[in-house]
């Protein structure tokens, strides 16, 4: 889903007032903790400024004897 700065304020105003169900255009949601609603925060703002999550490679070496 791509969120809007819309979708982010509702969230931030909805956990404000300790609200876990949120409205958003395409439906509503019910959340079951304030955790979720932090970790769906977190990741509708780097949505919104267009950051991508961090990729991770580990390389993996063999000594070939």
């Not at 404000?16 to 255009?25: C, P, S």
Request: glycine share 10%.
């Amino acid at each position: 889903m791509a969120w809007t700065q819309t979708d982010i304020t509702k969230l931030e105003k909805a956990m404000a007032g300790g609200i876990k169900k949120v409205q958003y255009t395409s439906g509503s949601v019910e959340y079951h903790s304030v955790a979720e609603m932090k970790e769906v925060l977190k990741l509708m703002k780097q949505e919104v400024a267009g950051v991508q999550p961090i990729r991770r490679t580990v390389g993996r070496f063999q000594s070939g004897f």
